[in-house]
């Protein structure tokens, strides 16, 4: 197809991908991105969509679960494809080399449109493949990248597409993105037969990631709303007492419906969430403890360490 030309337009045209899948990756990333479009084929009896995987060096690509991923070749494999997508994990500023970053950089202008799912996008903007454009990654990333690269303007959304340019922030969006993209060249008739086969519906790609509505309808929208809070103010915590007041409780009732519904106190709770979060960015970024702490709402690197022995019964630094 025309390198000007959008691959998120109405065409009868086969549409071929090729998926740079990085070592550390997730298989649910990878079957998000290609599972939807077999589908599509199989409710249209013919192939409208073609796809091949490719890595870094050609061999298979060791996933997180274990499963080694078979590879199409390298790279330079993925040339005469429409679109190039990036799908990223962990370590991705270790899997992606300098000398992949190069080559991703010299391939690009060959693509009608580029993307990237998960770390995907940090591997792209490595490359300079994002920059003067609107971008997601993962939400636990949404803060670090767009410090990085302040050329992108980063979202928060489930998935974004801008131009020649298309990113999703995880496995779930990934799919809502590939419905999307099969409403758009074959309608919204076949988005939804497609969407049904996985016993799911779309979601539209400004949702925020994290959602601030109950994840089921046995907790409390009270509950849903005071974690919702939690997580969004994880380096300036919240007294229980004026997170109460933000949702007309008392401070009393609060706490009993955080036993209730998740068996904890607010404190115990919020510390949970603080935990969680120093850990991601102890075992996937490399910024020193004391940034860490400060980002997590510990006054200290010393009081992480102290909360974080008693949580997990070992050293943050003996993470790395």
Not at 18 to 28: G, N
């Amino acid at each position: 197809m025309s390198k000007s030309a959008t691959i998120f337009a109405a065409s009868q045209q086969p549409l071929t991908l090729a998926l740079l899948v990085l070592p550390q990756a997730s298989i649910l990333e990878v079957a998000s991105t290609l599972d939807p479009l077999r589908a599509a084929n199989r409710h249209l009896g013919t192939e409208a969509f073609r796809w091949r995987v490719v890595t870094p060096n050609g061999q298979a690509a060791p996933l997180t679960c274990g499963i080694e991923l078979p590879s199409s070749g390298p790279l330079a494999s993925a040339k005469g494809a429409d679109a190039l997508i990036v799908i990223a994990g962990f370590r991705q500023s270790e899997v992606a080399t300098a000398p992949l970053i190069r080559d991703l950089s010299r391939i690009a202008p060959r693509f009608a449109a580029i993307g990237g799912i998960d770390a995907g996008p940090w591997v792209l903007a490595r490359a300079r493949l994002l920059n003067g454009y609107k971008a997601t990654v993962h939400w636990e990333d949404l803060e670090d990248l767009s410090s990085a690269h302040p050329d992108i303007e980063v979202l928060p959304d489930r998935y974004v597409i801008d131009r020649s340019r298309f990113t999703a922030g995880g496995a779930a969006p990934a799919a809502d993105l590939m419905l999307h993209l099969i409403a758009c060249r074959h309608g919204a008739g076949l988005a939804r037969q497609t969407a049904a086969s996985f016993i799911t519906s779309p979601r539209p790609a400004a949702e925020p990631q994290l959602r601030a509505t109950p994840q089921t309808p046995r907790l409390d929208p009270r509950i849903a709303s005071a974690v919702a809070r939690m997580e969004a103010n994880l380096d300036a915590p919240e007294p229980a007492s004026q997170i109460a007041a933000a949702l007309n409780l008392s401070t009393r009732r609060l706490e009993q419906l955080f036993r209730e519904n998740l068996g904890l106190t607010p404190a115990a709770y919020g510390l949970t969430l603080r935990l969680a979060a120093a850990r991601r960015m102890i075992t996937d970024t490399h910024h020193p403890l004391a940034e860490v702490a400060l980002r997590c709402g510990f006054s200290s690197a010393s009081s992480l360490s102290r909360a974080f022995r008693a949580k997990f019964d070992r050293a943050p630094r003996d993470l790395r």
